[in-house]
């Protein structure tokens, strides 16, 4: 059988008591500007990553989505279909890449949005870092990165490993969502501290956070000002928001509404904010005692 090579193992220490593996120039993502969209298990960072994409595309960018969940419903919204995963299509040729074409596994979304999934390997057997590192390397030798100007990674989650931390190797900047409630929060500080210790090796920044699903802001406020990041949007918990998932379809394809025009938006000017750069901070993530303190719980 003909194995893909694995990234190179050289070792760099990504910070206290980890050691992670770098990758390999070869595999980096290129040209474009690259953004990994993290944030608490159901906190919508699917939903969050394919209006952010085409709200890229409506400034007239090129732009390719990267999911990176087993569940591979990333693009579900953008191509109203659950995709082939980069590593099922690779495990149908049995590992051949040589065999693979583009359509097999990259797909036209609304608006041109590019869309792939990375997937996963089965439960238990195998690193997410190794597939999206994959996944990175196949889009670079069909040339398809060539001409685009923005890759979104959409990664599962909290961040427990370096592998689900691995899109943060190849990202400028990061952008956390969360909702204004507790567990969302103490997440977004595992994120931050995870951010921080790749900053150490790699470019990747924090571009700030979106609060989503939320009425109001104030316990996200108390924390970014306390870390010291920024609060890019704010997105309520609205029904469209809602239903446009149940239709297959992303925001800026739903029936016109004031409310919806005021949530598409915030997402044009998300995408501008991020793609005119935001600033380079440096967040002091907080130990969970003091998120408990800082957010009144006794």
């Known amino acids: 059988m003909n194995v893909i ?14 050691v992670q593996v770098r990758l390999e120039q070869s595999i980096k993502v290129g040209n474009a500007k690259v953004f990994a969209v993290y944030g608490k298990g159901g906190i919508g960072k699917s939903t969050t990553s394919s209006n952010l ?25 953008l191509t109203k279909s659950l995709i082939p995963t980069v590593i099922d299509v690779l495990g149908s040729v049995n590992f051949h890449v040589e065999d693979l074409r583009p359509e097999d596994y990259v797909f036209e979304g609304y608006n041109g949005v590019m869309c792939v999934e990375a997937g996963g390997p089965p439960a238990g057997t195998g690193c997410g870092g190794y597939v999206v590192g994959q996944t990175v390397k196949l889009l670079k030798e069909h040339r398809l990165l060539d001409d685009t100007d923005v890759v979104i990674f959409d990664v599962l989650g909290d961040v427990v490993c370096g592998g689900f931390a691995a899109p943060l190797q ?9 909702a204004n ?20 090796n790699y ?3 924090l571009g700030g956070v979106i609060c989503n699903r939320s009425a109001a802001t104030d316990q996200v406020d108390k924390f970014t000002a306390a870390v010291g990041i920024d ?14 998932r149940l239709k297959k379809a992303t925001l800026f394809e739903m029936e016109y509404s004031p409310e919806l025009e005021a ?16 600033p380079d901070r440096s967040p002091a993530p907080l130990r969970d005692r003091d998120i408990f ?5 006794d």
């Not at 190849?170 to 956390?176: E, K, L, M, P, T």
């Not at 409630?181 to 150490?200: E, G, H, L, P, T």
């Not at 609060?231 to 446009?244: M, Q």
């Not at 598409?264 to 750069?277: I, M, S, V």
């Open 5 to 18: 090579n694995r990234p190179s193992r050289t070792m760099q220490g990504d910070g206290e008591g980890s």
């Open 181 to 200: 409630d507790f567990d969302s929060i103490f997440a977004m500080n595992r994120i931050v501290a995870a951010i921080q210790a790749k900053a150490k």
């Open 263 to 278: 949530v598409q938006n915030t997402y044009l000017k998300l995408a501008a904010t991020l793609w005119a750069g935001t």
């Open 170 to 178: 190849h990202a400028d900047r990061a952008v956390i969502v969360t």
């Open 203 to 205: 470019d990747v920044r």
């Open 293 to 297: 303190d800082l957010l009144g719980y």
């Open 231 to 244: 609060l890019l949007g704010h997105l309520p918990d609205l029904d469209v928001i809602r239903r446009s």
């Open 53 to 77: 994409s085409v709200a890229f595309t409506k400034l007239g960018k090129r732009v390719i989505q990267i999911g990176c969940d087993p569940k591979h419903d990333s693009t579900f919204t």
